[in-house]
């Protein structure tokens, strides 16, 4: 028999809040009810110009919680394939669940890494300066990172994301990088911290940018949220991942 409190487990649920009895239809309903659309800390029209009003209300608003509905639907199901002992069932959820957990985890990231233009938080400098200090480091300045930045996110074919990330040098630090990862998969192996991504798919600029993604990509910095790359860099931010 599959073990209530392993499934418990697996959820990441606390086994006080339940009773050993519950039903496989209220345990899938657990499962529906865990995850939510986060709710943006500024207004979809405070990052105009750079990304407009209409772009952030459908981004939000309708591309990303199809991702949180279809996760939560996939993880119905997989409990309830795991409750059935249906391994086909399983392994077919399992890529269904990697994209749209992936893309819960990515626009969660990105949407806390933006900050409108006026505010401290976008300004570099000010808001992040160890990070700015580790970035002149390795690649000689800030306008050098983002040309090369630039560059990488550029060469995402399809759909996917381009991320400054911090990977453990084993020595108790963290080296800089600039990665890529396609569709929605997320940064999720040990040792690699993402600490801002900018999202390049066609639904983050077309609307506005139309085939201009080197313009949308000038322009995000506008808007990018130093102070929360900082505190992700220095591993002392409150992350729901
Ligand atoms: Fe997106």
Not at 37 to 47: C, D, H, I, N
Not at 61 to 69: G, W
Not at 115 to 121: G, H, M, Q, R
Request: proline share 4%; glycine share 8%; aromatic share 10%.
């Amino acid at each position: 028999m599959v073990k209530l409190n392993s499934l418990l487990q697996y959820f990441s649920l606390g086994q006080s809040s339940f009773q050993s009895t519950m039903s496989v239809s209220n345990l899938t309903a657990v499962a529906i009810a865990a995850h939510t659309l986060p709710v943006l800390p500024y207004s979809y029209s405070s990052l105009e110009p750079y990304i407009s009003s209409q772009i952030m209300e459908l981004h939000h608003s309708k591309h990303h919680q199809t991702y949180v509905d279809n996760l939560n639907a996939a993880l119905s199901s997989y409990l309830t394939a795991l409750l059935n002992y249906d391994i086909p069932a399983q392994i077919r959820l399992q890529s269904i669940i990697r994209f749209n957990g992936g893309g819960h985890i990515n626009h969660s990231l990105f949407w806390r890494n933006l900050a409108p233009s006026e505010t401290p938080e976008a300004d570099p400098v000010a808001s992040a300066p160890q990070l700015v200090n580790e970035i002149e480091r390795t690649w000689g300045g800030l306008d050098e990172f983002k040309k090369a930045f630039a560059q990488t996110a550029l060469g995402v074919q399809g759909s996917g994301w381009c991320w400054l990330v911090g990977k453990h040098d084993g020595r108790g630090g963290l080296q800089l990088a600039i990665v890529t990862t396609k569709d929605q998969d997320p940064l999720v192996e040990d040792g690699v911290r993402p600490l801002l991504g900018v999202d390049m798919w066609e639904h983050a600029y077309y609307l506005q940018y139309l085939n201009g993604k080197a313009k949308y990509l000038d322009n995000i910095w506008n808007v990018i949220n130093w102070k929360t790359a900082e505190e992700r860099f220095l591993g002392t931010s409150r992350e729901a991942f």
